[in-house]
């Protein structure tokens, strides 16, 4: 009996729910965690499934970015060794 009541007065509620865009602010609610959930586990997914090609490439890439900001520092160490020879080690 006590469900029976409870049911009723949810179906009284949800006409005054569903004005001012209230049933979809519920529902945004409800389904929120739903795919938030769906994103995360798409992103462990493809977390797993990266292929050891794509595995080397970040490798590579992050090889070659290394040894640019070493260049760079080393080309700026040596101006600098041109301009004061003076505060330079041999």
Partial sequence: MRGRSAMMMMAAALPLLATG???RTVAGVV???VRLAGKAVGGTVDMMTTSEKEKD???VR????RDEAE???REQRDKECRKHP???DA
């Fill in 86 to 88: 003076d505060r330079c």
């Fill in 62 to 65: 992050a090889m070659r970015k």
């Fill in 57 to 59: 490439e970040k490798y």
């Fill in 21 to 23: 865009g209230c049933v």
């Fill in 71 to 73: 260049a760079k520092e």
């Fill in 31 to 33: 389904t929120a965690p």
